[in-house]
């Protein structure tokens, strides 16, 4: 009947698909989850613990929330100068009436509620001047605007906000593919939804919040709101295939932590909980460890069966570094003492204070940036031998390796003229246009004793070496 409540241990809706698989066809019509593609039936989710609004909401820009897509304005690209809001770049009617909710938000329902933005686009300042221009800043409590993974977008707003994927709902114009965004996000556990016509109409967001509170009592991960409102859950993990990462980060006075592992030739994190460790398990940050993949009790990924492979050695002669990673010859222009400024787009260095100290990473890759840096060089006076020794690493220093030690002093925010200053652009080794929106001054730089051989990741990273290897003075408070 209508009124009736199913009881609160129903299965997870990626469960009942796989359960419906092996029941005769009149059982598993009766499984079957409401509105998914390839369902066989349908049966409304009522379940007696829902969320009513996501804890974070996050939106693309391009063909999303505006149009059209900023790479497609190339004439005014061509004249230098920033594209117009209401004139060169719309908003969507449905978004505008969106955003407009949201400013008055009469009825208090997103009082709990964070917004985002997670855009890929190129044109990174064009974008930042549309959201002044269009007075959006005021919603939006994150902002992660720069080309890349769209995954290390949602991965830095886990850190900024401190609210977990699954808590989280996002509308983007691109589904997969490789340009898509949908699939992988919806990957780490984001209820995602796709708008391939951006948000043209009020019904692609009232429909969203109303799926997130049926999504919201099963959180299966996979999971997209398709453009023609129906339902598509990806295909659930094969818990017999076997995964080897390392321990990452543990709360030990919670009794969980995250593993670091590839995953599709992509570090990613998965949650574990020491419940799934084998009896008389202790594990340390820094463990390798092999485990499968499955869906806990309450419908997110986790790693499971959980096997040490290799503990950390605990050596008293040793430091666990913080660590990021740079392609050559940028890498080596700042350990040489060249660059005195790192610019990013993203918000890696922001969280960490003045005087943090990290190894610097030399990556397999060399930096495609035309030799543009070349030129930068030149024209500080510097001859083609004092370049040449600037890009080069010394003897026994070379790629794949941590090869220096680098104190950071502050971060900041810039802008284009500011980055476009002579002497801003010496600093850095890039034209302002090339440089990210964020500078980091380096404060001090000096080699290791001995390069280390690691292996590079995204972001901050942390890494074991050995004290003998860090320069005299360092590691002082």
Request: some cysteine; glycine content about 8%.
């Amino acid at each position: 009947r209508d009124n009736t409540e199913l009881p609160s241990s129903l299965p997870s809706c990626s469960a009942i698909v796989r359960i419906a698989h092996f029941l005769p066809y009149k059982f598993a019509f009766a499984f079957a989850p409401h509105n998914v593609k390839g369902a066989v039936g349908s049966i409304s989710f009522r379940q007696t613990c829902r969320h009513s609004v996501p804890s974070l909401i996050v939106f693309d820009l391009d063909n999303t929330l505006w149009t059209p897509e900023l790479y497609q304005l190339r004439s005014i690209a061509r004249d230098n100068r920033h594209p117009v809001a209401h004139k060169d770049v719309k908003l969507f009617p449905g978004a505008h009436r969106i955003i407009q909710q949201i400013k008055k938000d009469p009825e208090k329902k997103f009082v709990n509620t964070k917004f985002a933005v997670a855009s890929r686009t190129k044109s990174v300042d064009w974008a930042h001047s549309l959201l002044d221009q269009f007075e959006l800043r005021d919603v939006f409590d994150f902002v992660e605007i720069f080309p890349g993974d769209k995954k290390q977008h949602f991965r830095n707003l886990r850190r900024a906000s401190g609210i977990d994927f699954c808590e989280m709902l996002f509308f983007d114009d691109a589904r997969d593919g490789k340009y898509g965004n949908c699939e992988p996000v919806s990957s780490l556990g984001v209820l995602s939804v796709h708008t391939p016509q951006g948000i043209f109409e009020e019904s692609i967001w009232t429909s969203a919040l109303e799926h997130y509170k049926e999504w919201s009592a099963h959180r299966s991960p996979g999971t997209i709101i398709e453009w023609d409102n129906s339902i598509t859950i990806g295909r659930a993990a094969d818990e017999n295939q076997r995964y080897r990462g390392r321990v990452k980060f543990l709360n030990r006075e919670k009794r969980f932590g995250f593993i670091e592992y590839d995953e599709q030739k992509k570090k990613t994190d998965i949650f574990f909980h020491f419940t799934d460790l084998q009896v008389g398990q202790v594990v340390e940050e820094g463990d390798e460890l092999n485990f499968s993949v499955s869906l806990s009790k309450n419908g997110k990924v986790a790693a499971s069966n959980i096997d040490i492979v290799n503990k950390r050695m605990d050596d008293s002669n040793t430091v666990e570094m913080r660590t990021f990673s740079m392609n050559l010859p940028f890498a080596a222009l700042l350990a040489n003492g060249y660059k005195t400024l790192e610019t990013r787009n993203g918000t890696m260095f922001t969280t960490y204070p003045e005087g943090t100290k990290l190894l610097l990473h030399v990556g397999q890759r060399i930096y495609p940036d035309g030799d543009r840096h070349l030129d930068i060089m030149k024209s500080g006076g510097l001859t083609d031998d004092e370049i040449k020794s600037l890009k080069s690493l010394p003897p026994g220093f070379t790629k794949g390796m941590a090869v220096a030690i680098v104190e950071l002093g502050k971060t900041f925010e810039t802008t284009l003229e500011q980055r476009c200053d002579p002497n801003f652009q010496r600093a850095v080794g890039a034209y302002g246009q090339d440089s990210g929106m964020r500078a980091t001054e380096i404060k001090r730089v000096a080699y290791l004793k001995k390069g280390v051989k690691v292996s590079g990741q995204g972001g901050i990273f942390k890494v074991k070496v050995s004290k003998d290897v860090i320069p005299d003075g360092w590691l002082d408070m």
